[in-house]
């Protein structure tokens, strides 16, 4: 057992995608040595939520019960490793203060405290079961209704209609997009764009571009509406819908950096860490905080990607730990450290609309493949079976 005196602590904050593969890299690399790594994983939720199956979850009670998983498992029973669930309210050059006030020091920082998205995508709330409890709402009210209004052609709209329309193809479903292109990112094929059109319109789900609906009270707080609605567009065209849902939008809150400043300069800004757009952290290619040898961020709240997704998270996250330990031998050599990037990420993009069906945009192979290869890559189990393997759990 290795005395706590000397022991490296490295704290991830936040235990989701990128936060739980910067974990799994550093265990991996403390099986292999590095014995005095400590990690201290501070997370404010009780229980890891899996956003890729929320909206399986939505309209299916079974599948529900699996996209919350207990961190009981994710460390060795034994190690020195811990969980505290808490939230940073405040981070410094050595430590982090939570919003209990309690102080946690640390020899590194992994910021992975990624972003928000309308209820029934992703939760505010710290409480998994109360999270829980607005998907089952939501579901029997979506059994209840006739019809359907998704609003936003993003990812996520694209997805909730498309699940939506799978499992109740009895009911009107209509896609609202205000632009005239669904799933419209930078980097991602035209291919896929339009693919995705043509893939709803194929699934009868009524895609509405180029309308930008405002319905009272339906915010990003306030995402899900139960009332009936008829809606006019320009145009002229009504649409009718007794449950609406706001999918719109990420929001990243980093407002916990405000008090990060280097020990030698108290007079340093810190609003210049974030951008003001978007709220990520400025980092740089080995994923430091830019100024801060011993910080890290990635994942949605990071500016590393362009389009932030979990697949990006899994791919880029694991470098923080080869970097982490690159610095600690160095330390010990009294070296330089060679750090690494994590290079290049692939635009793939996967959008399940159904466990049967989906548009596939591989960028090195080709896309809009068929809903078979949709159904074997992601559509089938939404990856829960892959996020729960990450988490030791069954
Ligand atoms: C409906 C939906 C479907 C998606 N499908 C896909 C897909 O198929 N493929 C894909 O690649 N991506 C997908 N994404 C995107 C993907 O979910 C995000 O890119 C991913 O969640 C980012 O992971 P992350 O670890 O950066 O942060 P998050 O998953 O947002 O997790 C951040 C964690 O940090 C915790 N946290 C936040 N602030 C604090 C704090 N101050 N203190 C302590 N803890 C804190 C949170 O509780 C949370 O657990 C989807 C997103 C949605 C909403």
Same mark, same amino acid.
């Given at each position: 057992m ?19 593969? +910067? ?10 040595? =590095? ?8 997370? /404010?939720?009780?229980?890891? =939520?899996?956003?890729i ?8 009670a ?14 060795? /029973?034994?190690?020195h =490793?811990?969980?505290?669930? @808490?939230?940073?309210?405040?981070? =410094?050059?050595?430590h ?5 006030g309690?102080?946690?020091? $640390? ?23 109360? %999270? ?11 059994? /209840? ?8 052609? #993003? ?5 909730l ?9 009895e /009911? ?5 997009h ?31 571009? #180029? ?19 008829? *809606?006019? +567009? ?7 819908s ?12 980093? &407002? ?20 003001? @757009? ?7 290619? +080995? ?8 910080? $890290? ?26 970097? *982490? ?21 692939? %635009? ?20 809009? $493949?068929s809903? &078979? ?5 992601? &559509? ?5 079976g892959m996020?729960?393997? &990450?988490?030791?759990?069954?």
């Open positions: 290795v005395q706590t005196t000397e022991l490296v602590k490295v704290i991830v904050v936040g235990g989701s995608y990128a936060g739980v593969a +910067t974990i799994q890299a550093l265990l991996s690399s403390i099986k292999s040595g =590095h014995k005095n790594i400590q990690i201290i994983l501070i997370e /404010k939720r009780d229980a890891r =939520h899996h956003p199956g929320a909206f399986r979850a939505l309209v299916d079974e599948y529900a019960k699996r996209v919350w998983i207990p961190y009981t498992n994710l460390f060795p /029973k034994d190690s =490793h811990k969980i505290i669930q @808490d939230t940073v309210t405040q981070v =410094h050059h050595d982090v203060v939570l919003a209990s309690q102080t946690v020091y $640390f020899e590194y920082l992994a910021l992975c405290t990624g972003s928000s998205n309308p209820a029934p995508a992703k939760f505010t709330l710290d409480s998994s079961e109360e %999270s829980m409890a607005i998907t089952n709402k939501a579901r029997e009210d979506l059994k /209840k209704s006739k019809s359907a209004v998704v609003v936003g052609g #993003g990812a996520s709209g694209v997805e209609a498309g699940e939506i329309k799978n499992a109740f193809p /009911k009107k479903v209509t896609l609202i205000s632009s005239q292109t669904l799933v419209d990112y930078p980097g991602y094929s035209p291919v896929l764009k339009s693919g995705a059109l043509t893939h709803l319109r194929d699934l009868g789900i009524d895609v509405v571009l #180029g309308f930008q609906a405002e319905i009272e009270g339906l915010n990003f707080q306030n995402s899900i509406q139960v009332a009936p609605r008829i *809606i006019v +567009t320009p145009s002229g065209k009504t649409i009718e007794d449950i609406q849902f706001l999918s719109v939008g990420i929001r990243v809150d980093t &407002s916990y950096i405000s008090t990060l400043k280097p020990s030698t300069n108290p007079s340093f800004d810190s609003s210049t860490l974030v951008h003001s @757009d978007t709220r990520q952290i400025k980092v740089q290619k +080995t994923l430091q905080v830019i100024g801060f040898d011993n910080i $890290f961020a990635a994942g949605d709240c990071a500016d590393y990607s362009k389009v932030p997704t979990a697949a990006a998270s899994g791919v880029i996250a694991p470098t923080i730990a080869k970097n *982490i330990l690159a610095l600690e031998d160095a330390k010990r050599k009294k070296k330089t450290a060679k750090l690494s990037n994590p290079g290049w990420y692939p %635009s793939v993009m996967l959008l399940a609309t159904g466990p049967e069906t989906g548009v596939t945009a591989l960028p090195l192979i080709g896309n809009r $493949f809903n &078979s290869l949709s159904k074997a890559l992601k &559509s089938k189990d939404l990856m829960i996020t729960n393997a &990450s988490m030791n759990w069954k």
